[in-house]
């Protein structure tokens, strides 16, 4: 199971650094994804890294400003958010992956087995 936490209310310009945790399996087994969906909009992919090494992916829209790592010993992957602006606002979830073709499918919803709950992510302008 995964678990998205960390998320609030800020203001633009702000940071946020949200954490994935898992529970019952490493998470070292798997690739992470995160993804966000804004009302009345369509889960979209926001940052991913690769089960083995230090690959990690970005949306071109959050380059520059977001990160993504991991720490194994703590079961969890985090996201921290920089120059939060309003068109980031959105729930934020993150997902686990195993699948051998991971470098070309990792911003597809699709590829992703286990999704946690999202946690809420407002920017005000």
């Known amino acids: 199971q995964l678990q998205a936490y960390g998320g609030g209310l800020v203001q633009a310009g702000d940071s946020l650094k949200l954490s994935c945790v898992t529970s019952g399996r490493a998470i070292s087994n798997y690739h992470i994804g995160w993804f966000r969906q804004a009302p009345g909009e369509g889960r979209e992919f926001v940052a991913a890294?690769?089960?083995?090494?230090?690959?990690?992916y970005y949306a071109d829209y959050v380059k520059g400003r977001f990160t993504i790592s991991r720490r194994n010993a703590k079961n969890t992957v985090y996201l921290q958010m920089n120059s939060l602006k309003p068109e980031d606002t959105a729930v934020y979830y993150c997902?686990?992956?195993?699948?051998?073709?991971?470098?070309?499918?990792?911003?597809?919803?699709?590829?992703?087995?286990?999704w946690g709950k999202g946690t809420q992510v407002t920017v005000s302008s």
């Open positions: 890294f690769r089960r083995s090494g230090d690959t990690t």
């Open positions: 997902a686990a992956s195993s699948t051998a073709s991971y470098s070309s499918s990792y911003y597809n919803a699709d590829t992703y087995v286990s």
